[in-house]
């Protein structure tokens, strides 16, 4: 079992950039791949970025060089540098992970994900 909490969301400008982290609890933080997915009311929640335990990384098209992620087994945590922020980027981010020790896994398909946090706001204004 694992819990999840983000934080780091806010208001922001077009052009700006935001840094979210999510702690996550339990002991077996490094043995699982970890995500982040966002979603806007009326629509599905998309996937982000995602970061395997190998540490390879993966990104949605819309955010390749702009967002980062990165996680930090030693301190159970997972970020997402977000640069350049637009408008559309505007959502409720959540991180997510996997099952511990999990070998088959689909970076970005929601149902490979166990665990959630609550989300927290990220709104770009132009």
């Known amino acids: 079992q694992v819990q999840l909490v983000e934080s780091g969301g806010g208001s922001v400008q077009a052009g700006d950039s935001l840094s979210l982290s999510c702690a996550a609890s339990?002991?077996?933080?490094?043995?699982?791949?970890l995500g982040w997915f966002r979603q806007v009311p009326g629509k599905e929640r998309e996937f982000v970025a995602a970061?395997?335990?190998?540490?390879?990384?993966y990104y949605v098209d819309s955010v390749k060089g702009r967002f980062t992620i990165s996680r930090d087994n030693a301190k159970n945590t997972l970020s997402l540098q977000m640069n350049s922020l637009k408008p559309e980027d505007t959502a409720v981010y959540y991180c997510?992970?996997?099952?511990?020790?999990?070998?088959?896994?689909?970076?970005?398909?929601?149902?490979?994900?166990?665990?959630w946090g609550q989300g927290t706001q990220v709104t770009v204004s132009s």
């Open positions: 970061i395997a335990r190998t540490g390879s990384t």
């Open positions: 339990g002991r077996t933080f490094s043995s699982r791949h």
């Open positions: 997510a992970a996997t099952n511990a020790y999990t070998n088959t896994y689909v970076y970005h398909n929601r149902s490979f994900y166990m665990y």
